[in-house]
């Protein structure tokens, strides 16, 4: 096999393929040697395990998840890569990899179907553009996985592990915190890229679980203040929601009269638990 970490190597599959790299799909493939180890086994790649990963790359990523799991199901958008993966991944039998755009693929469907008996997981060095998109599509699509274990930007990866009530928070670590909790493993500095990024990168984990999701009484009007608090999170609640969702001020003082906080309170000092109590009681007035 292959040393897809090695440069010189790359450059011969680039040079081989006339591959170039794509700006607009955020192409920067690990050169790093001891990020996809990692990934892999931080992720649930092992014995007994069926591993979706989103984009390839070369297949770095996706030859150590086949090192480990029983079997490992690539999405890759870009038809470019696979004559270039039958190369990189011909010492391995259990890849499948499906030319296709993840956010137009049934993915609750694909995961039941490729890895029946399995037990699931997700890992994904995603490009920087989508990375909420995907994010938010794999918890919607409330797929039957143990994790969810992706590569984002540092930035992003601390607001989406954040914790809720703190001015690092937004509505994506809301949204995120609904249907799971997630944990940064590790950085990643720009340097283990090629081409190199310009900024640093961190390995996110989100494990699947319903604490929040059995506090919250109604999931739409739950969103809706998190959306709708969130995109004005300088004014107060009173202010932004009564705007934007059409509550009075009085209703919504009465709200937190009797929750015991103060009426001048941001939408961002408040905690999961508060959010999902606050939607709660809004309910009756919508």
Sequence with gaps: MKNLTNINIIKEL????????????????????????????????????????IG???????????????????????????PVLEETLSDFNNINVIN???????????????????????????????TSPVIMYLLESEIDVDAITVMVQKEAAQRLCAEVGTREAGAITAAVRY??????LFQVSRGSFMPAPN?????????????????????????????SGFSQRRK??????????GVSKENLYNIF??????RTVRIEQLSIEQLAEFSNILKSLM
């Excluded at 107060?236 to 969702?245: D, H, R």
């Design 14 to 53: 680039l040079e081989k393929y006339g591959f170039k790299f794509s700006k607009s799909l955020g192409q920067n493939f690990l050169i790093n040697p001891s990020v996809c180890p990692k990934i892999a086994e931080l992720g649930k790649a092992e014995e007994g395990y069926g591993i979706l990963e």
């Design 56 to 82: 390839t790359g070369f297949g770095t990523l996706t030859a150590e998840l086949a090192k480990r799991a029983d079997k490992v199901t690539a999405v890759e958008i870009d038809s470019r890569l696979l």
């Design 100 to 130: 296709d755009d993840i956010m137009k693929v049934n993915i609750k469907e694909l995961i039941d179907r490729e890895f029946s008996g399995m037990k699931k997981a997700v890992c994904a060095n995603l490009p920087y553009y989508i």
């Design 179 to 184: 249907y799971g909790e997630a944990e940064m």
């Design 199 to 227: 900024v640093d990168s961190a390995v996110i984990q989100i494990r699947p679980a319903d604490t929040i999701k059995q506090l919250v009484e109604d999931k739409d009007i739950f969103f809706k203040v998190i959306k």
């Design 236 to 245: 107060t609640m009173a202010n932004s929601l009564s705007s934007l969702l």
């Design 257 to 262: 009269d009797e929750m015991g906080i103060t």
